[in-house]
């Protein structure tokens, strides 16, 4: 299934040169379709679900299948099928959806599902019953442990999956195999945001909601395209500011996307450099008395980059370094913005901030994180409604599925640290084994895995539900490494990975399935199983619970279905702050998803965490930062550093990549829905007029993209999109894999590979 990559986009309908079919096109025919455009008259469609063929017969709650919005959706059923898919009017996308949710009711019916096990043999995949696959797979991970040890195998999962099934698969790995190379694609989207806020509030996940939209003044949007990837929240933020014309909305993006377009403010940074830009306001904040020196003294501390505390004076010392008229020219923003945003950020009654790859995605990406949570808490705009930071994250289930499953590399549930030894031995016991089966070093992260089977260390890797095979940078390299392992595939339509496979398993997709979707801001949310899965397909959580039996771990991995998992997992959360111990199934069933904390059966679930209501803070506190045993949250002083690709006479451009409107991630699901295919344009990159001048570049020329790391060749669209020195692509295209020309630079504390900052050159080939 497809992948987290960025967000992004493009602003003006479609590449024009590149297509005879254009994105307006799609959205018209869209339109023609009866899908209704909303948002206030904007020339972008946000369209509602009605893409009716029969009546249905009944009627069922449900979430997009897609991103990390999570929209709520009714799902419309006849004779066994989805006939109509709805907004929900009472969930907290008000009946909103985007282009993709409003084309949910063919996803199921798509061509070309998988629907029986494969098996290479002789180069070729053929067809093989579940018994032939499964055992072939038990034999070869039992032989690499066997023979190896635990790490010689590997698990790569996917913010897609349900939260049963990461959470069975973790605990297959680390706790049954005892191996911690549990990884998979949040770590390429969201590992940045998740160390950010352990390292600033001592627990992970965001303490605003979305409803803070409807009451803020001002909205930060920074590395973020919600006009395109999140479109529902953006309609939420178009409809406070026509509802308050004193409302203002920032967008900080190295390109003029559509969230720029309809920004108050858009201030275009030079690629890499938006670390200045966020110290330089918090310069200004501190020189114009803008600081909320009573909520500092309560409730902030202060470390050094070293990890040593500080106080407001090493503060003040280190910000001298960001005088905005200092940094206005290496940062591309002038000191007069600077300024004028620092003061609607510091100063209006209730700030939000909103980033997602953009920040996330950097070799600074925890210094990003960490700073603009900095930005809230220095100036006081946490803690009421409307004033928060808040990440968005890109997959279904990023958040609730992976981050606080703990299935990644370093972390354990609910956001213990395999590093912990005080962590890890609370597992061992919550999951009754040995003390001493958790490894005490963590495992490898995304990139280091792929290495380590390019070096033959990890023999072999079951990768479900996420396509790798496109969507890693440095993507050649990698991808020779995917040919060398055993490599186990679960996805439910052929991709850019079960090319590489040596055993692909059929998988079962939304509503052929139960399970629990987790999105943004903390809200779990049950989608049932409503459909049957066509031929042969399984839930990941059944070959999951099958592969545990015939590795001879079937007394660990008890829970076989959706809710005994569900229950064993909620129940656990009770020993921990995550607490959503209260959310029974038949809750889940009933409710539009819960917010956890929620302690008790009876408990609302918590909607803005840290304050008064948090079931964690106690009686009688207004605010308490519990995530850290004295109660506060941290201020780190991260200097600027640039670490991107650098920039020289031979690679003069950066390439940065993310997402369009209307194609999720890899398009392996969206890219085969007809609307959305003719009205996409094909790969291409998108180059800034000036640039184009310079290289005496035609749009719609074929164009040689070169990095460090590879090239591609391919069509041009010449925009004022990006800003002069920048280029853009998308990576939906598995038939142009940009990806081979991003560098796998990663984030040192989170490890996440950098997808915005790469150097390239470009130069025409159409002649
Ligand atoms: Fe689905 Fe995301 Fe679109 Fe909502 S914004 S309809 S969750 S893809």
């Known amino acids: 299934m497809d992948e987290e990559q960025g967000e992004a986009g493009d602003s003006s309908g479609g590449a024009e040169g590149t297509t005879s079919f254009s994105r307006r096109d799609a959205l018209r025919i869209a339109s023609a379709l009866g899908l209704v455009s909303l948002g206030g008259g904007a020339a972008w469609a946000l369209l509602e679900g009605e893409l009716a063929h029969q009546p249905a017969v009944s009627w069922h709650k449900s979430v997009c299948r897609y991103c990390g919005t999570g929209c709520g959706v009714q799902v419309g059923i006849r004779d066994k099928q989805v006939v109509e898919v709805r907004g929900d009017e009472d969930a907290h996308n008000r009946g909103k959806l985007c282009i993709k949710g409003?084309?949910?009711?063919?996803?199921?019916?798509?061509?070309g599902r998988l629907t029986t096990p494969l098996i290479r043999k002789d180069g070729k995949l053929e067809p093989a019953s579940w018994e032939e696959a499964m055992s072939l797979v038990a034999s070869r991970f039992s032989a690499a442990i066997r023979e190896d040890g635990p790490n010689a195998v590997a698990f790569y999962g996917s913010g897609q999956l349900y939260t049963e099934e990461s959470y069975t698969a973790n605990k297959l790995f680390k706790a049954g195999i005892g191996t911690n190379n549990v990884d998979g694609n949040p770590r390429l989207c969201m590992a940045s945001a998740a160390v950010g806020y352990t390292r600033v509030f001592g627990k992970d996940e965001p303490p605003g909601a979305y409803e803070d939209i409807d009451h803020a003044k001002v909205f930060f949007l920074a590395g973020a395209n919600p006009a395109e990837c999140h479109q529902p929240l953006f309609e939420r933020m178009l409809a406070r500011r026509r509802a308050d014309p004193e409302v203002r909305i920032v967008c900080v993006d190295p390109r003029r996307t559509m969230t720029a377009e309809y920004s108050d403010f858009h201030l275009a940074p030079r690629p890499g450099a938006d670390l200045l830009l966020l110290w330089s306001m918090a310069k200004v904040m501190l020189d114009e008395g803008l600081f909320d020196d009573k909520f500092i003294a309560e409730h902030v501390a202060f470390r050094t980059n070293e990890g040593k505390a500080a106080g407001l004076e090493e503060l003040a010392a280190f910000l001298e370094d960001f005088v905005p008229e200092d940094v206005e020219v290496q940062l591309g923003i002038s000191s007069a913005q600077i300024r004028e945003v620092a003061h609607l950020f510091a100063a209006s009654d209730a700030t939000m901030s909103l980033w997602t790859m953009g920040f996330n995605q950097r070799v600074d990406g925890?210094?990003?994180?960490?700073?603009?949570?900095?930005?809230?808490?220095l100036s006081g705009q946490i803690g009421r409604p409307g004033a928060t930071p808040m990440s968005l994250t890109g997959q279904a289930n990023a958040c609730g599925g992976v981050r606080d499953t703990g299935s990644l590399s370093h972390i354990l549930p609910h956001g213990r640290m395999i590093a912990k030894a005080e962590d890890r031995a609370e597992m061992e016991k919550l999951w009754g084994v040995p003390e001493g089966r958790i490894q005490a070093q963590p495992g490898l992260h995304a990139v280091a895995l792929f290495q380590a089977i390019e070096e033959g260390k990890v023999r072999c890797l079951l990768n479900m539900c996420t396509n790798p095979g496109q969507s890693l940078p440095n993507l050649a390299r990698y991808r020779d490494a995917m040919d060398k392992v055993f490599l186990v595939v679960t996805d439910?339509?052929?991709?850019?990975?079960?090319?590489?496979?040596?055993v692909v398993l059929p998988s079962a997709l939304w509503l052929e399935k139960e399970g629990v979707y987790g999105q943004s801001e903390r809200r779990y949310q049950l989608l049932e199983k409503l459909l049957d899965a066509p031929g042969q397909a399984r839930s990941d959580l059944e070959i999951l619970v099958d592969l545990a039996a015939r590795l001879g771990h079937e007394q660990l991995i008890t829970a076989k279905t959706p809710s005994a998992v569900w229950d064993e997992y909620r129940l656990l959360s009770a020993h921990s702050k995550y607490d959503f111990s209260g959310m029974t199934r038949e809750r889940l069933r009933a409710a539009h998803g819960l917010q956890w904390p929620c302690p008790s059966e009876t408990h609302p679930g918590t909607v803005r965490r840290y304050i008064a209501g948090d079931p964690f803070v106690p009686k009688g506190q207004e605010v308490r930062f519990y995530g850290h045993p004295?109660?506060?949250?941290?201020?780190?002083?991260?200097?600027?550093?640039?670490r991107s690709d650098p920039v020289d006479a031979d690679f003069p451009l950066v390439l940065t990549t993310g997402r369009i409107v209307e194609q999720w991630h890899t398009g392996t699901m969206t890219d085969r829905i007809p609307e959305i295919r003719q009205g996409t344009p094909r790969g291409h990159v998108e180059m800034h007029f000036?640039?184009?001048?310079?290289?005496?570049?035609?749009?719609?020329?074929?164009?040689?993209v070169q990095s460090r790391y590879g090239a591609i060749e391919g069509p041009v669209r010449v925009t004022r999109g990006p800003r002069p020195g920048t280029l853009f692509a998308s990576f939906y295209d598995a038939k142009w894999l940009i990806n081979q020309v991003v560098c796998d630079r990663v984030d040192p504390l989170s490890k996440q590979p950098d997808f915005k900052t790469t150097a390239v050159s470009v130069r025409s080939v159409s002649a």
């Open 690 to 704: 000036a640039d184009a001048d310079v290289l005496g570049i035609r749009d719609g020329e074929q164009v040689r």
């Open 630 to 642: 004295d109660g506060r949250a941290y201020v780190h002083l991260v200097p600027y550093e640039d």
């Open 366 to 377: 925890v210094a990003l994180n960490t700073t603009i949570n900095a930005l809230h808490l």
């Open 492 to 502: 439910v339509f052929e991709t850019a990975s079960t090319e590489l496979a040596d």
């Open 102 to 111: 409003s084309l949910l009711p063919v996803l199921n019916t798509l061509p």
